[in-house]
Nanobody, 123 residues
């Protein structure tokens, strides 16, 4: 069992940056594939990024490629999402996820979810 707690969300102006963090419980964090998703009001949950156990492999959605970076620190049981050049359409609740097979898009199906953190981008 893994518990995930996101932090770092908030209000930011368009063009700005935020870094989300996701702290995971458990001693086997470094065995889990980790990912980030988001869900905007009235829309389906959208996969954003996936990272392998040792950070050697990352995948990104087209909508965030070049602007967002996923990373992890296994010593701290934490995964991050650095978000740069934020746009109004990035406004959403952002979710951290753990487990599942290393994959991208709809093929990444995690086992565990965090509670989400709100990111609001203003003009």
């Amino acid at each position: 069992q893994v518990q995930l707690v996101e932090s770092g969300g908030g209000l930011v102006q368009a063009g700005g940056s935020l870094r989300l963090s996701c702290a995971a419980s458990g001693r086997t964090f470094n065995r889990y594939v980790m990912g980030w998703f988001r869900q905007a009001p009235g829309k389906e949950r959208e996969w954003l990024a996936t990272i392998s156990w040792g950070s050697s492999t990352t995948y990104y959605a087209d909508s965030v490629t070049g602007r967002f970076t996923i990373s992890r620190d296994n010593a701290k049981n934490t995964v991050y999402l650095q978000m740069n050049s934020l746009k109004l359409e990035d406004t959403a609740v952002y979710y951290c996820a753990a487990g599942g097979r290393l994959a991208s898009g709809r093929y990444y199906v995690p086992d565990y979810w965090g509670q989400g953190t709100q990111v609001t981008v203003s003009s």
